[in-house]
């Protein structure tokens, strides 16, 4: 019995000791070189659990979004986050975030076509016209879309 209870304290102590070993400064910034890396991966596990849950939030009207950006063509040269033949729409959202014409502006663009605005980021490359192939109430669906990305 008395053994039993020594083994028991003695775990326990052992145990208590590891996690104290896991916690101690020295492991957790794992030497110079792999402390950055460590902290990387922790942050990108953060966003992707952001953009999880900010998907989960809205999920509905971001699908109803996406299923008419797919429709009308817009997802062969855009992205909500990066760059693909034209700038991401998170970057398009960001610039004229605060800009009260810029929904007018922006729907004229999309239905005309436009370039030189993102020149730095696309290399140059002119987006077509969308119109009147995409319908313009669908355009306009779209730019509100994109505008709600800014944060
Ligand atoms: C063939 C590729 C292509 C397609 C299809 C396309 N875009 Fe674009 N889009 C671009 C490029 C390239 C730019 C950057 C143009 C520039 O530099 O001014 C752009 C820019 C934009 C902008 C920002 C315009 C500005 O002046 O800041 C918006 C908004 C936009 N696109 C929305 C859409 C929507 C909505 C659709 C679908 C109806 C769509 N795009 C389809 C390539 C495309």
Redesign the pocket.
Known sequence: MKQKLTRLLLSGVIAVAGLAFLNSPTLAAGGASSAVPAKKAVETAAEVKKTGAEAKGKVSGNEAAMAL?KK???L???TVETKL???S?KD?AA??KGDSKAKA??IE??KKG??????K??G?????P?SPK?PDA??EK??DY?LSMAK
């Open positions: 950006a009308s063509g817009c062969g040269c855009h033949v034209g700038p729409w398009i610039r004229y502006t922006l663009k999309v436009g370039k030189g605005n993102w020149t980021v696309t140059g490359v002119p987006m077509p969308n995409v669908d355009i779209l730019v994109v």
